[in-house]
């Protein structure tokens, strides 16, 4: 798949997770079967796959689903696929002071539902309640689908919105958000594949890529009640200014954190 720009790698690698589903193999277990005869059904199966995934689609959309933080997720063209960054944004959450207190929790730009789930997920049997926000009736969608495979469709309300606006005033103890954070230049030069198949309306975050997390920091002054926390998902170069930005709104104890490879990654701060 080289001249589709998979490198031999890479596609080796897609090819066993795929072959792998198609055979219900899990662990190791396919490189202990190599000798084992594939059927016909699951040839046709793969090789309408593999076209697939030449033609540039993401493995998480051909699969129809995706592990994360503990959960599996339906996804598709709806909403952009959560990344393992975004499991350490949740990582953050559960760690925080503010997560043994906290009683409501609202996500702003939900996508697939992975961090508003994923946090209702480590609170079975707690009374906190989620809310999950998303501009998108189609990514909407996709969250309501998940959250009734995970059976959490009881403790997570989902509201068509623009933003943090669209919650009640002192409504939240924790407000998360992995919102579009590149800059509409950079949009268009992003690799072909994410461009021709996931929303760029779940990526591009206006001409220096703040337009919706300045937004959110905002409204989050409104919605958070006192001692609340906000935690965000950004671009590696945007730690200075968030930092800014979050001290101008009146948060304290601001950090800023890194993701796996030591860039900025995470921003967050409380509301006094």
């Given amino acids: 798949m080289c001249r589709h720009g998979i490198d031999a790698d890479e596609a080796q690698n897609l090819a066993e997770i795929l072959l792998s589903e198609a055979m219900q193999f899990t662990g190791p277990r396919l490189r202990l079967e190599v000798n084992r005869l594939v059927d016909l059904e699951t040839v046709e199966t793969l090789r309408a796959q593999f076209r697939r995934l030449a033609n540039g689609e993401p493995i998480q959309y051909i699969l129809g689903q995706w592990p994360f933080h503990e959960i599996v997720l339906r996804t598709d063209g709806r909403a952009l696929i959560p990344r393992p960054e975004t499991e350490v944004l949740v990582e953050r959450i559960l760690q925080s002071e503010v997560w043994s207190r906290a009683k409501q929790i609202a996500d702003i730009g ?49 509201v068509e919105g623009d933003g943090a606006g669209a919650l009640p005033p002192c409504s939240c103890d924790i407000l998360v958000s992995n919102p579009p954070y590149i800059a509409s230049e950079v949009v268009d030069g992003l690799p072909k594949h994410i461009l021709a198949h996931e929303p760029r309306l779940a990526l591009d975050g206006g001409a220096d890529g703040l337009d919706i997390l300045r937004q959110i920091i905002l409204d989050g002054t409104l ?38 490879a030591g860039h900025d990654r995470y921003a967050e701060g409380t509301l006094l």
Avoid: H
């Avoid at 965000?232 to 954190?257: K, N, P």
């Fill in 110 to 158: 939900t996508g697939t539902g992975a961090i508003i789930l994923a946090l209702a997920n480590a609170a079975r049997g707690t009374d906190r309640r989620f809310t999950a926000v998303d501009i998108s009736p189609e990514a909407l969608s996709l969250a309501r689908e998940n959250a009734r495979a995970l059976g959490l469709e009881d403790v997570v309300t989902f």
């Fill in 223 to 260: 919605v958070l009640r006192p001692r609340g926390r906000i935690f965000f998902e950004m671009g590696d170069e945007q730690g200075l200014a968030m930092q800014r930005l979050l001290e101008r709104a009146g948060y304290s104890d601001v950090l800023i954190g890194k993701d796996y």
